[in-house]
């Protein structure tokens, strides 16, 4: 292995100034070579690898001025990186974004702790972009803090699509705003003269204005029915526009539970009368009253049972039950479960995730055998939500399905129900 020396000397005179001979000393300074061959390799390398990163990096001190900087940050600012050592943000930017800059690095060096911050800079050219930045303090020999490193990744391109996105969700919020509030007041003025055509059936229907023949009465049947089909579906997208536009307020009131699942089967006992379905409740007698809007939750439980009743053949079950859920791992409280099942024709997988979509009825692939809007399930959907609940579903298709409505149940907010003879335990 070849030494490296290093020599030091000088020539001995005599008084004469005869040349006599010559001193020094000779180094061996092999290792020291090595070591600074080792360091300039290893800052060839730190160079190479942070010159070919896409993301700026850079260095600062304590003082916030630039140590070191790669070429990406130097080709932002349309500079050489050793046009930037030495400088300060307030070199490249406006005051107060070079503030913000210092700020964030004084902040990262009293902590000691990485920060990320978003950020805007100004470019070489003049135009404005963003930055997200990593910044991280750094150590000194002594383990001193000494200043930050960076990395800034621009994400100009993304601010621009969340600004856009932004932009479209608000316009998208507007145009649906606009059309509920349109629906709103169609629905208004269809129902005003719709309700006058029911009246005046009913009225012929009773012979107020002179006696009907049968042809006669078929033909307001008709019209009676289809009437009444069309108000419910012109109540329903009045209802549903006015939760949409945010424009319902819920008028709550302590209820009892076993009054609230008795009247609401009462609703659908003569429709389950005539199918020959039969009905079904399971309630705990000692549970407390629950704080809800009375006239909104029966709404929903009329038209899951309504529902149940519609997708079962004769001969079948329809059973309410509720159940008071103790808190668990999802939520931190009690919940009131209130679970409507049926033994009807079931939902396929496919039609489950299309149950809650306006204007789709779960019947679809079946050529429309049953009645309906299709707006029943998304209000309850709606109505469930504003109570603050949800609600899941599980189907198998030729056994049965079962809506489950989920409702968070504060106690220290009810009064301590009790049985009431004209509320017996069944429906």
């Given at each position: 292995m070849n030494?490296k020396?290093y020599?030091?000397?000088?020539?001995i005179f005599?008084?004469?100034n005869?040349?006599?001979?010559?001193?020094g000393?000779?180094?061996d300074?092999?290792d020291r070579?090595?070591?600074?061959?080792e360091?300039?390799l290893?800052?060839?390398?730190?160079e190479?690898?942070l010159?070919n990163?896409p993301?700026?990096?850079w260095?600062?001190?304590s003082?916030s001025?630039?140590i070191?900087?790669?070429?990406?940050?130097a080709k932002i600012l349309?500079?050489?990186?050793d046009?930037?050592?030495?400088?300060?943000?307030?070199d490249?930017?406006p005051?107060?974004?070079?503030?913000?800059?210092?700020?964030?690095?004084l902040?990262?060096?009293?902590?000691g702790?990485?920060k990320?911050?978003?950020?805007?800079?100004?470019?070489g050219?003049g135009s404005?972009?963003w930055?997200e930045?990593?910044?991280?303090?750094?150590?000194?020999?002594e383990?001193?803090?000494?200043?930050?490193v960076?990395i800034?990744?621009?994400i100009s391109?993304?601010?621009q699509?969340e600004?856009?996105?932004?932009?479209?969700?608000?316009e998208l919020?507007r145009?649906t705003?606009m059309?509920?509030?349109?629906l709103?007041?169609?629905s208004?003025?269809?129902?005003?003269?719709l309700?006058?055509?029911?009246?005046?059936?009913?009225?012929?229907?009773d012979?107020v204005?002179?006696?009907?023949?049968e042809?006669?009465?078929?033909?307001l049947t008709?019209i009676e029915q289809?009437?009444?089909?069309?108000?419910e579906?012109?109540?329903?997208i009045?209802?549903l526009?006015?939760?949409?536009?945010g424009n319902?307020?819920?008028?709550y009131?302590?209820?009892?539970i076993?009054h609230l699942?008795?009247?609401s089967?009462?609703?659908?006992r003569?429709?389950?009368l005539?199918k020959?379905?039969q009905?079904?409740?399971?309630?705990?007698?000692?549970?407390?009253?629950?704080?809800?809007?009375?006239?909104?939750?029966?709404?929903?439980l009329i038209?899951l049972l309504?529902n149940?009743?519609k997708?079962t053949?004769?001969?079948?079950?329809v059973?309410?039950?509720v159940?008071?859920?103790?808190?668990?791992?999802?939520?931190?409280?009690?919940?009131?479960?209130f679970?409507?099942?049926?033994?009807?024709?079931?939902i396929?997988?496919e039609?489950?995730?299309?149950l809650?979509?306006?204007?789709v009825q779960i019947?679809?692939t079946?050529?429309?055998?049953?009645?309906?809007?299709?707006l029943g399930l998304?209000?309850?959907?709606r109505?469930?939500?504003?109570?603050?609940?949800?609600v899941t579903?599980t189907?198998?298709v030729?056994?049965?399905s079962?809506f489950?409505?989920e409702?968070?149940?504060?106690?220290a907010?009810?009064q301590?129900?009790t049985p009431?003879?004209?509320d017996?335990?069944?429906?």
């Amino acid at each position: 292995m070849n030494k490296k020396v290093y020599e030091k000397g000088k020539g001995i005179f005599d008084q004469d100034n005869q040349f006599q001979h010559f001193e020094g000393v000779i180094f061996d300074i092999s290792d020291r070579k090595a070591a600074e061959q080792e360091l300039l390799l290893k800052q060839n390398h730190l160079e190479a690898l942070l010159n070919n990163i896409p993301h700026m990096a850079w260095l600062k001190n304590s003082e916030s001025r630039f140590i070191a900087v790669n070429e990406p940050l130097a080709k932002i600012l349309k500079t050489s990186p050793d046009a930037i050592v030495g400088k300060t943000d307030f070199d490249f930017s406006p005051d107060d974004t070079a503030q913000g800059f210092q700020e964030d690095d004084l902040q990262v060096l009293a902590s000691g702790q990485r920060k990320i911050v978003e950020e805007r800079y100004r470019r070489g050219d003049g135009s404005w972009g963003w930055l997200e930045t990593t910044k991280t303090p750094f150590k000194n020999t002594e383990g001193d803090l000494a200043g930050t490193v960076g990395i800034s990744m621009d994400i100009s391109d993304r601010k621009q699509a969340e600004a856009e996105l932004k932009r479209t969700n608000a316009e998208l919020i507007r145009a649906t705003r606009m059309k509920d509030e349109f629906l709103a007041n169609m629905s208004h003025e269809l129902r005003t003269p719709l309700n006058a055509i029911l009246g005046m059936t009913e009225g012929l229907q009773d012979e107020v204005f002179g006696e009907v023949n049968e042809q006669q009465v078929k033909a307001l049947t008709t019209i009676e029915q289809s009437g009444s089909h069309l108000l419910e579906l012109i109540n329903e997208i009045l209802d549903l526009a006015k939760i949409e536009a945010g424009n319902i307020e819920l008028e709550y009131s302590l209820v009892s539970i076993t009054h609230l699942c008795q009247s609401s089967l009462t609703f659908i006992r003569q429709q389950s009368l005539d199918k020959g379905v039969q009905l079904h409740m399971n309630i705990p007698w000692n549970l407390p009253d629950i704080q809800v809007d009375e006239r909104r939750f029966r709404q929903v439980l009329i038209n899951l049972l309504n529902n149940a009743v519609k997708f079962t053949p004769a001969g079948g079950d329809v059973t309410l039950k509720v159940a008071l859920l103790p808190p668990n791992e999802t939520h931190d409280q009690q919940y009131l479960s209130f679970a409507i099942s049926d033994t009807g024709i079931g939902i396929s997988p496919e039609q489950l995730n299309r149950l809650f979509r306006p204007f789709v009825q779960i019947d679809s692939t079946l050529n429309r055998q049953y009645e309906g809007t299709g707006l029943g399930l998304v209000l309850v959907k709606r109505i469930v939500e504003l109570h603050g609940g949800y609600v899941t579903v599980t189907s198998t298709v030729e056994v049965g399905s079962c809506f489950t409505i989920e409702l968070p149940y504060d106690t220290a907010a009810t009064q301590k129900g009790t049985p009431s003879p004209q509320d017996p335990p069944g429906p």
